[in-house]
């Protein structure tokens, strides 16, 4: 047994053993030794001349699941221990079930029936009462035997595969089984023993075509050649250029052959001891033999471990990161109210500076990573240059398209089709018709040459009447982005996904009620512009005077000019005489027509920039950006009771045991580190 323990190899092989110890075989791929070919190849020999414990072995009967055997060398007394790894695809329940099972073994003796008892607890078809079912399943059958075993080593030996279904033996038993071997091989920390035998074709055995596929450089794969004594005479000189790897059939690592114990060898429970020497007797040569075999593999181990433990460091820093994540995922530990409050009153604190620092334009003072768009995802959290740009483009439509009836130099369709739709319910009119349908729609008792004195608020009301839904969508597109930054910042505040969770439904609340609010006011705004416009800014006063003098001064250099063309034949000349005074003057007169229709219509009004100026201000700004650090405040953590603080962030009883089982790995991944440092 101590084949496979050298002084080089001593240090590297406990260290392995104290990682399966603390359980981090189950996170991690250690390098391990893998018995694997046919059924009835002799694997359960090969597995007992390495180990030199007892397995059982009869001829009906073949390994149904994987069998992990752990070996751990004390000076104590031996401890022997079994236990089921359940496969993830069984049901919860099933799981737990299995993973209930444990059993203290007195000797190897108790072998079979523990063998017996997991398979009928596997519910395996063609145990017991078990009719129905697979035959084969991939929970594993743990052994770890602790003592004065002489070596720590792992070795598992798994179901042979089975090359043609039969009756007991579905096409699915024989998909089953190579998936799981498969599942084995493919890990580049396993040790592959090929087990084949010699009295039948080595290179047609399902295992030596498995291990060419997945160990292609052939550097974990040993080919272990059984029953030497079964095959027929004038085949000898194959198999032994089979051995020296001289055959047509090669591995990297060649092959080593064996002899297994006769029936009435196994009769007589012959030892180890007698076993080696039964076979130094029958071979005579190197590569030959269980004692050879055992000094290959303490070598192969020692490199095989040397070359994968540091991929072993590597994988196990990942998951120690990963881990840190995990537990910070959970939070900190909050068993009273008072931790839950200070823990509440410490995020909403966050949350209240973020805000704080989104709608200052403080985007670099305080958590600049939230506030990173470098990769352009995160464009609502900068909350005032956000408000600047909509409020701009707000402005700007509303100035462009803000009108119901958009004056435009030419329309393109015919004069039947000359107004219509543009955007929405906006109409598109050239000059003229604008012109036609302020006389028309605004005609009343007055003279020609007159307008209506309603004629102001009448054409104001029409051409406002788009503004309440333009500015409806601006302050839903507002209020979305608001939504957006808030669910942010609450992410951002904590790692706890429930707490995440509770907190952005609890801000659902006050953030409705703002955008309400907003509503409302928005509403109130509208309402005012629906009454007479009033107006006393000057700006309004000096845009008429501009207007009416911009088209006076337009309607007498027009007149001027048909003047000097049709009475001074082009040449306008005027002396300085009453007579040519009074000829100008008749001229221009004839020509002039005060036209009150077009000149209302060039009246412009600032009511636009104004109503502009208050939904920024009074709806926006008042309503939507002013309450936003107030939707999570420490002032609102400090009035809740302890109801609500026990709803919100309490720490549920899975929590905790998640917490001390993420503790628990998390220690022994930083242990086993150190370890695998030294």
Known sequence: MSGLQSAKSTLRLKQIARLRARGLGDHVDLPQLVVCGDQSAGKSSILEGITSLPFPRQDDVCTKFPTEIILRHSDGEQIILATI???????EQAIKDLQSYKRHLGSFDELPKLIAAAESLMGLRGFESVEKGPAFTQDVLRIEVTGPVGLHLTVVDLPGLISVANEEQTEFDVQTVQNMVDSYLTNARTIILAVVQANNDIANQGIIQKSRRLDPAGERTVGIITKPDLINKGTEKRIARLAKNEDTTKLRLGFFLVRNPTPSELATAITAKQRLAIEDQYFRAD??????????????????IERELPKVREEIKHIIKRLEQDIAALGDERPTTGHIR???????????NLTLSALDGNYFDNDTAFFDESGMKHQSRRIRALTHRLNTVFSNHMRD?????????SLSDSEDNAEESAEEDQILVTKQKMKDWVYVSSRGKELPGNYNHALMSDLFHVQASRWKTIAGKHVETFSNAIEEFVKAAVSHITQEPEIKTKLWERSKLPLLENKQATEEELSRLCEDEKQQPITYNH??????????????????????????????NGRLHISNNSVDA?????SLQKRIIIDMDAQACTEALVALKTFVDNVCRQVIERHLLNPLSRVFCP??????????????AAKSPENAESRKRLNELHENLKRSLSDLRK
């Open 85 to 91: 790894l359940p496969t993830t695809s069984r049901t």
């Open 287 to 304: 590569r030959v033999g269980v004692a050879a075999l055992q000094r290959f593999l303490q070598k192969l181990l020692k490199q095989h």
């Open 342 to 352: 200070v823990f509440l009153s410490h995020l909403a604190m966050r949350f209240h």
């Open 401 to 409: 398209n803000g009108q119901k009836r958009k004056v435009i130099t």
């Open 539 to 568: 700006y309004y006063s000096d845009n008429v005077q501009k207007a009416r003098q911009d088209s006076t001064r337009d309607l007498i250099k027009k007149t001027m000019n048909e003047a000097s063309a049709e009475d001074w």
């Open 582 to 586: 009074e000829k100008l003057v008749a």
């Open 635 to 648: 002032e609102k953590v400090a009035a809740m009771d302890d109801d609500e603080l026990y709803k919100i």
